[in-house]
């Protein structure tokens, strides 16, 4: 039995179902981070940033992502550089295990 409330449970299932689709692109690039940009339950949908190093010789980005909960589908949204000296900043908790 769960104690979590039914909306937390809802958001902590739709994340792990995200995360299982985010697993494929970065296991093999660690560290990576996960910034939750914005959660609309209703839609069953996360928009967020993965910033991580996807090819040796090459710098940091930034990639947008929208999973799609209802559909189970995660959508590439464009990236951008991120700085090496920003790294620093990100929060420990957002760090990918």
């Known amino acids: 039995m769960s104690t979590l ?3 937390v449970a809802e958001l902590k299932d739709l994340r792990d ?3 299982a ?13 996960i ?6 339950a209703q839609r069953q949908e996360l928009v967020f ?18 999973y799609d909960g209802e559909v ?3 959508h590439y ?3 951008l550089e991120f700085l090496e000296s920003e790294l ?6 957002a760090m990918i295990k």
């Open 21 to 33: 689709k985010l697993y494929p692109i970065v296991r093999d690039f660690k560290p990576a981070w």
């Open 49 to 66: 940033d993965l910033i991580y190093r996807p090819y040796a010789g090459r710098g940091w980005i930034k990639r947008r992502y929208r």
């Open 88 to 93: 620093a900043q990100l929060p420990e908790t």
């Open 5 to 7: 409330s039914p909306q």
């Open 35 to 40: 910034l939750d940009v914005s959660v609309n």
């Open 77 to 79: 949204n464009g990236e």
């Open 17 to 19: 179902r995200r995360d």
């Open 72 to 74: 189970d589908v995660l």
